[in-house]
Each structure stands twice: as C-alpha cells, then as structure tokens.
C-alpha cells in the first residue's frame, strides 16, 4: 500500500531504493516521509484524550479511532504475513519492495540486474583490483530473481487477507481472493523472467573473471567450496527451482481448490497445472533443442510430479492431475524424441520418459499391493 515514491505505509515495510532504468528520470530512491499507518499508530498511542478520566472512559474514544485503522494506507500484517510458506496468503505483503504492484517492482528490478551483470566489470574493478570483488557483485544480482518467484508465487491461490473488524469504514471481509487475471500475470512473470530460454544468458567474458576468494581465512574456504570456478548452472537451476518448489507446495495446492468455492474469479487447479506445463515443456511441441538451463528446469518439475504422485500428501485432485500428466508424458517424450535433432536433448528426453514411467509403475505397484492384488 503505495501512495508514491516518496512515501510508503510506514518505516517498517523495510523499503529498498528504487533505482530508475538507464534513460529513465531518478525520482526519489527512498520514502522521503513518514507513513500512513505510522501516523496512525503514533495518533492512536499518544492521542490526549482529555475528557476521558480513567482508562475505561477512554475506550469509546479509541475504539472510534480503531475503526480508522481499515481506511486506505493503514492496512497491518505481521512478519508471519509477509513470509513465504504455504499459509502466507497475501502476496501485498512482502518486505524490501516499494510499490503497489509487487510483480511490476521486480520486472523492473530483474531488468536492472541483467543489465548490471554484464556491465559489473567496468563498475567494480580497475586495474590491480581483484576479481573476487567482481564474484561478490555477480551474486548479489541472484536476489532479484529469488525474490521476485517467490513474491510472484504468492500470488497463486493468493487471497487479501485484512484484520477488519465487522462495522469497520471500508468494509472489506477478512479473505478476498487474488483476481484470476493477476494470478495467471504472476506465472506469466515467472515464465518469461525466471523459467525462459535466454533469461540467465551473460557474456561469456563475465563468467571468466568471477574469481573465487583464495585467500585464507579462519574459515578454510578454499579448501571446503566443492569448486573454485563459478558454479553458473547450479546457481540458475537453485533460482528456477525458488517459484516452483513454493508453486507446489502442497497448501498452496489446497487453497487452489479452495477458492474455487470462496469466488468465481480465481484460477482453478488444473488451469494451474496446465500453465506450468505449457510454460515449461514448450520444446516437446516444437521438437526443438532444448538448452541446458531448461533441462534442470524441466527434471524440477516432473520431480515434482513424482513427488505428487508417489508421496501422496497433498490434495486428492493435485495427486490425480499429477499422475495424469505423467501418464501424457510418454505420447509427448516419444514424438519430441523422434524428431529431436539435438543428441544431448534427445537424451534428456529419454531419460525424463524413463523416470515418468519407474515413477508410474511404482504407483500401480503400490496400489495392487494395497488392494491385496500385489505379491
């Protein structure tokens, strides 16, 4: 809850700078006033109330101040709200943002980093520098990434959670559905700049000069880091993998089918599904090479899959779609297989129909054995 760059709902929202794009015009990097709910705060804490003679007869007074507290800018959430776990619901509440429109905060911020990360040698070093200093730069531009699936992910079955009481000025009930539109903009957001061919790509010069810190310290670094040069897949997989392991977090599953019956404006679970499959295989269709980046990515999530499938501790409904995908895989990975040119991709698509079917047959195994069919 915004009213401008120049101020924010109070100083506890934890604002960042906001850094304006190359060509654009800076306004003001940081809230440059106090802030509504601030305000608010102090005027309810320290309000003289003069007629009232004992703390009973000052209750009628605050209660009618209280009421205040829903009006626009003043809404309240807690650390337990702004976090990211399955039971965070409402994706308005997150720290280090500045902005009313959490998704478009981070688009602008995930711009800024990739063109950081290929412009770092020219703005950190200089001659007799190292190049370690170059390594800590590059991995402080993860962070936009990070946060931004995360804060995108919340929007999924996301719902506008207030504390109003009944009576309160604007009237708003305690659980209000994320519109569907804005859901499906968030998994697009997380397609096109987290889980997109050419989302990670840097010049190879960059890559070269991200040095690892020899030096030794009390810590023995050089001798526990698993590997000296930079470790650029891991890294990119670990931040594909942010949104949608928090995507299928099993509550989050839950609360899809729940607000199917809270509201008609909201995103059903097999639209879901389908969405994140069409955004992650879209090279079985095409029969094209698919890169390295978008392999781990698609490993992640038929893992995912399987998990559903074979784990059994999220909704019926997300286990059946689960497992229905993974029986449609076979048809897909055999075509794409067939016209894959790629010797590497071809590979990785015979491995993935491979893991879908051990995964598959685990179940039916299971399952006879469960109904007194199996040995």
């Known amino acids: 809850n915004r009213k401008g760059t120049d101020s924010a709902a109070s100083v506890m929202d934890y604002n960042p700078p906001i850094v304006a794009a ?12 106090v802030g509504a709910y601030d ?40 650390d337990e709200d702004a976090g990211f776990s399955g039971k965070a619901l409402d994706p308005r509440v997150t720290r280090f943002d500045f902005s009313n429109d959490p998704i478009g905060f981070y688009e602008h911020n995930i711009e800024l980093a990739a063109e950081l990360r290929n412009n770092l040698p020219e703005k950190l070093i200089k ?9 800590r730069g590059f991995d402080y531009t993860w962070s936009q990434y990070t946060s931004g699936g995360l804060v995108a992910a919340k929007h999924v079955a ?11 000025l604007d009237g708003q009930l305690p659980f209000v559905p994320v519109a569907a539109a804005e859901q499906r903009r968030a998994l697009k957001f997380i397609a096109d700049k987290i889980w997109a061919v050419g989302a990670f790509d840097v010049d190879p010069k960059v890559l070269q000069q991200l040095q690892f810190e020899r030096s030794e310290d009390l810590q023995g670094s050089a001798w526990m880091t698993a590997r000296l040069d930079y470790p650029f897949h891991e890294t990119v997989a670990a931040v594909q993998s942010v949104p949608l392991d928090s995507l299928f977090n099993p509550t989050r599953l839950a609360r899809l089918i729940d607000l199917q019956k809270m509201s008609d404006d909201t995103l059903s679970l097999d639209e879901f599904f389908s969405t994140v499959h069409d955004s992650i295989w879209t090279e079985l269709k095409a029969g094209t090479t698919i890169d ?10 038929l893992d995912h899959l399987i998990d559903l499938t074979l784990q059994g501790d999220a909704p019926g409904d997300a286990v059946s779609l689960a497992r229905l995908e993974l029986a449609a895989f076979s048809g897909q990975f055999a075509s794409a297989s067939a016209r894959m040119k790629d010797r590497t991709s071809k590979a990785h698509i015979e491995r993935m129909r491979a893991k879908a079917a051990a995964a598959l047959d685990a179940r039916a195994n299971y399952e006879d054995g469960a109904l007194g069919w199996g040995e």
């Open 158 to 168: 996301g719902v506008q959670h207030s504390r109003h009481h009944v009576g309160d």
């Open 22 to 33: 190359k060509g654009k015009k800076q306004g003001p990097y940081l809230p440059g006033a």
């Open 39 to 78: 305000k608010f705060a102090i005027k309810y804490g320290y309000t003289v109330l003069p007629d009232a003679k004992t703390p009973e007869g000052e209750l009628g007074a605050l209660q009618n101040l209280a009421r205040t507290g829903s009006t626009k800018f003043q809404g309240y959430a807690t």
């Open 127 to 135: 001659d007799g520098d190292s190049y370690t200093v170059l390594r």
């Open 292 to 301: 390295s980046h978008r392999r781990a990515l698609q490993e992640a999530h």
